[in-house]
């Protein structure tokens, strides 16, 4: 397997653009995780999903922030608009069954710069 | 919610030595993690152990749930060692929730 798959890895946008990160988890797995990095909060949950259902949401920032789970396959994060407060480097991570409890993989992240 | 805090903040060792990187957790856990991150910002998992002690190679890992704390072993140490360890945990409430503590950032000296 390929591994967690994301693109883009760098993405560059003026303030009020829209941004759209997308995530292709590892077959099989059943649950799908959003985290943002940054040097202030460190590694932040922002969401996850199980069979493509949002279970904890708690974790984005605000409503200019959305994420999208269409199939087993594929995944969206997107803030509209950006702002520069959102510059971090986004990961997706996917684990297999068991509830959650077991271990995850994460994909190599996408750097978002918002100027 | 779930604290986790990692000591020591920062690390630097010779080559060849080893060290101990601790992980304590405020409340019960389902899951613990010790993850890897490379100076590349690649996140790799090293070690899923919500309890006992696993080893890996130069690596291993001892949790005790009952007392709350996780340790990292890492003997002999190499230079592609070095980054930032990060301990995870999925506490027993508020669902799958994963809190990450602020991480070991280690640098092994030639």
């Known amino acids: 397997d390929a591994g967690v798959i994301q693109s883009p890895r760098h993405e560059v946008t003026e303030m009020g653009q829209e941004v759209t990160l997308r995530c292709k988890p590892i077959s099989g797995h059943d649950y799908l995780f959003w985290y943002r990095q940054t040097m202030m909060r460190g590694l932040e949950l922002l969401i996850y999903f199980n069979n493509n259902v949002p279970i904890d949401d708690s974790g984005m920032p605000e409503d200019r922030f959305s994420a999208k789970m269409p199939n087993a396959s594929f995944s969206t994060l997107k803030i509209q608009p950006s702002e520069p407060r959102d510059s971090a480097v986004y990961f997706c991570?996917?684990?297999?069954?068991?509830?959650?409890?077991?271990?995850?993989?994460f994909g190599p992240g996408t750097r978002l710069t918002v100027l | 919610g779930i604290q986790v805090e990692q000591s020591p903040p920062d690390l630097i060792l010779q080559e060849g030595a080893n060290s101990t990187l601790r992980c304590n957790f405020s409340?019960?856990?389902?899951?613990l993690q010790w993850f890897h991150q490379n100076p590349w910002g690649q996140l790799i998992n090293l070690f899923y152990i919500p309890s006992g002690t696993k080893q890996n190679g130069r690596l291993s890992a001892t949790t005790v749930a009952t007392e709350r704390y996780s340790l990292l072993y890492i003997s002999s140490s190499q230079t592609t060692d070095s980054g930032v360890y990060f301990c995870?945990?999925?506490?027993?409430?508020?669902?799958?929730?994963?809190?990450f503590g602020a991480g070991t950032r280690l640098f092994v000296k030639a």
């Open positions: 995870a945990v999925v506490g027993t409430t508020g669902g799958f929730k994963t809190i």
């Open positions: 409340d019960s856990v389902n899951n």
């Open positions: 991570a996917s684990s297999e069954l068991a509830l959650g409890t077991d271990t995850q993989y």
